[in-house]
């Protein structure tokens, strides 16, 4: 409290204030004794606190004198500072550091101010509050333990006007963010208007030199520093910057700012089940990860509804997992990493929603009153159990979700009215009902195992016929019959729900006209097979979907045939072909063989007409015929074979062409001794006369199978008996007897060779 000073006398000493604002004096009136009794009261309890204040003569020996051998020491009591507050400079608030020896200390506070001085005594802190004149000059003294012989003490001079101190903030908070810290203060009451900047110093953790200069802030509360290495931790110190009224403006303590989370977590496992006993809810269990390079204090889960319906919780965990129980409702899922300085980016998730719990018959459903208005229904007595309720509902294919809660507690179902979006004709709605356990607002409080689903539906505004086909896959034709199979009508172009499928077929008459029928199919089916056709008959068929609004568009025209009587199934049929086709070579394979050999390998031409057959007429030509084959030897009686028929009738001699290879009619004199030559050396043997008469007398059969054989037999005369006699080489032609020659194969050229050589 101010006072006005006075003059008083010497009398009031002890109420009086020199120096000060105001004396009370004695002539004062009885309200101010009473005024004078509460402020003594307030100064005994404050003196039994902070110790006994009393004024004393400043010459006194109960002053300086008594503690003039407490000297100042190093390791004594040491630190002395007072401040003072720009709105109070006559409050000021002292304070000192213990010494280091003296295990239990006390305190003796000495104030001088010109010749005022007041002795704060038997103090067991380290600080008191003092009130001095503003505006004179001060010397304080502490001593410690002034009673005994080994005290200490400390001393502190200034002006209280230049004590005017803004403490450090006593909030503080960091944000770190892309290189970039923010930070947050707030300031003592007593210094919010003195302060109006603060600037912030800092550093690497592990170093030993601040980063100069300090940065200072735009306003009292707030500053970013930038350019900051995110892999790194920093220590912060802040500070007000001077002003006249904030004199003094000390660093406040080292805050360890940790490096930022630049990293998202990795969701690793995602469960999501029904939660035993209870309808309607499922329980989402969650598991993720994080790096170990960037140590965090714990994760924020926070979760949303998907139509944005609040509250938007958030939960702390300290632990990578997480179990939550959700109605069938859609959810939106935020996972971050946190320090006291950053969070981590988050990984996302979207739990979509669920169709709710089955049922055997409908339990809830909708009547629309206009693209603003319908009303919900419910089948059981759910007002027994819960008053609170919430609707939702979206447009097939979106992912905008609208919701609406009301409280019913009367009847089994609600109108809802007045929508954000208006509902759109020829489109399929889903909504869901949930029910929620709070009956004092039907808001919903918190995510977390707060409601759960009744039941679900489709409904639509207004309904349309589909207005496409289903497309005709394929199909399988008989006799009398058609399997048909179609893909299913998109969604989209239903545009109601489908009742069934319309199958037209239609026969094509004589004379071009025509007979449609028409069959309907359930509209879970996608196949049927059409009976009771006509066997080798044109139809058309094509299909369509109906809805509550009509039939829709038809499918493509699809044309086939039925098949006539004895059709066989095409792979019958193959497989006969085959078989005919394998019997047809087997059967035949004989004479083509036979054919191809005769055009492959040509038969012996017929000797008939061949200019190889001469006759034997000179007796040089028969000797040699005779040298010839006395020197072959009959191996085997076939066509390849070499036979030599003596015959007793007169028949022209008749050689095959090898033979006459060796026969000229040149009258050359050295063909002629080369052809002897030839003859005498192939006739030289002891056995042609034996070869030849042992040749079977009776006619020959040849077993070729060549037509030119047969020819060549009957232009030869019958074959005589042989004659023991062997061939005279006298040449006499008169005695020389008819021979045939016969070789029926080319084998014998190379064996005719090598004789003559």
């Not at 900051?228 to 003094?248: A, F, M, P, R």
């Not at 009957?714 to 062997?726: E, G, H, I, S, Y």
Request: proline share 6%.
């Amino acid at each position: 409290m101010n006072f006005v000073r006075k003059e008083s006398p010497p009398t009031v000493t002890g109420l009086s204030d020199p120096g000060g604002d105001m004396v009370l004096d004695s002539t004062c009136s009885p309200c101010v004794s009473h005024f004078t009794l509460f402020i003594l009261g307030l100064i005994f309890a404050f003196s039994s606190t902070h110790g006994q204040a009393t004024r004393v003569d400043c010459t006194s020996d109960h002053f300086l004198p008594k503690y003039q051998h407490c000297g100042q020491q190093p390791d004594g009591v040491n630190g002395l500072e007072c401040s003072g507050k720009y709105n109070n400079v006559s409050h000021q608030r002292c304070a000192w550091k213990p010494g280091k020896h003296t295990s239990k200390k006390t305190y003796t506070l000495l104030i001088k101010q010109d010749k005022y001085c007041k002795i704060h005594r038997n103090i067991t802190g380290f600080s008191t509050s003092i009130t001095v004149f503003q505006k004179r000059n001060m010397t304080l003294e502490v001593v410690e333990n002034g009673e005994w012989g080994n005290c200490t003490k400390a001393v502190f001079s200034a002006s209280p006007k230049s004590l005017l101190r803004c403490d450090p903030p006593n909030k503080v908070s960091f944000r770190r963010h892309s290189g970039e810290l923010s930070v947050s203060v707030s300031w003592q009451s007593e210094d919010r208007k003195a302060v109006q900047y603060f600037s912030v110093r800092y550093k690497a953790v592990g170093s030993l030199k601040w980063i100069e200069p300090s940065v200072q802030s735009q306003d009292r509360h707030r500053h970013s520093v930038a350019r900051l290495n995110s892999s790194l931790s920093y220590v912060v110190q802040i500070q007000c910057v001077t002003n006249d009224k904030c004199l003094q403006c000390p660093q406040s303590e080292s805050y360890t700012v940790p490096q930022e989370l630049t990293s998202p977590p990795v969701i690793v496992k995602h469960e999501d089940t029904d939660v035993v006993g209870k309808t309607g809810s499922r329980q989402l269990s969650l598991t993720w990860t994080f790096p170990a390079t960037e140590p965090n204090d714990g994760y924020y889960v926070t979760i949303v509804k998907a139509s944005g319906e609040d509250p938007r919780e958030r939960i702390s965990v300290t632990e990578p997992e997480i179990t939550l129980i959700l109605s069938y409702s859609a959810y939106h899922l935020n996972i971050s990493a946190v320090n006291n300085a950053s969070t981590s980016p988050a990984v996302s998730l979207t739990i979509p929603e669920r169709d709710g719990p089955p049922s055997a018959e409908e339990k809830l459903s909708v009547k629309v009153h206009s693209n603003s208005s319908f009303t919900v229904y419910w089948k059981d007595d759910l007002i027994k159990t819960y008053v609170c309720f919430s609707a939702e509902w979206r447009k097939k294919g979106q992912k905008a979700v609208t919701s609406m809660s009301f409280h019913q507690n009367e009847d089994n179902f609600n109108t809802l009215t007045d929508f954000t979006e208006p509902l759109e004709p020829y489109k399929r709605y889903s909504i869901a009902l949930h029910t929620r356990p709070e009956k004092r607002t039907c808001n919903i409080k918190y995510i977390n195992n707060s409601e759960s689903t009744y039941a679900s539906s489709h409904f639509y505004f207004m309904e349309g016929s589909p207005v496409s086909g289903p497309n005709i896959s394929s199909y399988n034709v008989t006799l009398n019959s058609v399997v048909l199979q179609w893909l299913s009508i998109p969604e989209e172009d239903i545009r109601g729900f489908l009742l069934g499928y319309l199958i037209f077929y239609t026969e094509n008459l004589h004379r071009g006209t025509s007979l449609e029928r028409n069959v309907t199919v359930d509209p879970q089916s996608d196949t049927y097979e059409l009976g009771d056709l006509k066997a080798g008959t044109t139809y058309q068929v094509q299909v369509s979907g109906f809805t509550q609004a009509g039939v829709g568009v038809r499918s493509t025209a699809c044309v086939f045939k039925t098949n006539h009587q004895g059709y066989f199934h095409p792979n019958l049929s193959a497989l006969i072909i085959i078989f005919a086709v394998v019997a047809t070579v087997l059967i035949f394979s004989s004479p083509l063989i036979k054919r191809a050999k005769v055009v492959l390998w040509p038969s012996i031409p017929n000797p008939g007409n061949s200019y190889t057959i001469q006759k034997m007429e000179r007796p040089g030509e028969m000797e040699l015929f005779t040298s010839i084959f006395s020197t072959l030897k009959i191996e085997e009686w076939d066509t390849s074979s070499l036979q030599i028929v003596e015959r007793e009738d007169e028949v022209p001699p008749i050689i095959v062409p090898l033979v006459l290879s060796f026969h000229h009619d040149s009258e050359d004199e050295d063909s002629a001794e080369r052809t002897c030559n030839w003859i005498q050396s192939a006739s030289g043997g002891d056995d042609a006369p034996n070869i030849i008469s042992n040749l079977p007398t009776s006619t020959f059969a040849f077993s070729s199978e060549y037509t030119t054989m047969e020819m060549f037999q009957q232009a030869m005369p019958q074959v005589a008996p042989a004659v023991d006699t062997a061939i005279s080489q006298t040449g006499d032609s008169s005695d020389a007897q008819d021979t045939t020659v016969v070789k029926t194969s080319l084998d014998h050229v190379g064996q005719l060779t090598s004789n003559s050589n």
